[in-house]
């Protein structure tokens, strides 16, 4: 398979940037998951409106509700827990 171009041409184009977990400290381990899931609960609940503005079924739409009452309460909960 002939993918065209050098070596370094191919390193400029497709390399991404290594993240390597060998110099964290734990701390730092800690926030990032922490920042993960917090970013991944608000893209959920940003998911979950959206769904429910255009929902039309009503059982659905008490599903997106609570789904989406749940997600917040979770979100709340980090967010009270890190300030402990």
């Given at each position: 398979?002939?993918?065209?171009?050098?070596?370094?041409?191919?390193?400029?184009?497709?390399?991404?940037?290594?993240v390597t977990h060998i110099n964290q400290t734990d701390e730092e381990k800690v926030a990032l998951e922490y920042?993960?899931?917090v970013e991944a609960l608000?893209?959920?609940?940003?998911d979950l409106r959206n769904?429910?503005?255009?929902?039309?079924?009503?059982?659905?739409?008490?599903?997106l509700a609570v789904k989406l009452d749940r997600t917040n309460q979770?979100?709340?909960q980090l967010r009270t827990e890190a300030t402990k």
């Open positions: 398979m002939d993918l065209g171009g050098t070596t370094a041409e191919y390193d400029r184009k497709f390399a991404t940037p290594v920042n993960a899931h608000e893209t959920l609940a940003t769904c429910l503005e255009h929902a039309t079924d009503e059982k659905y739409k008490r599903y979770r979100l709340e």
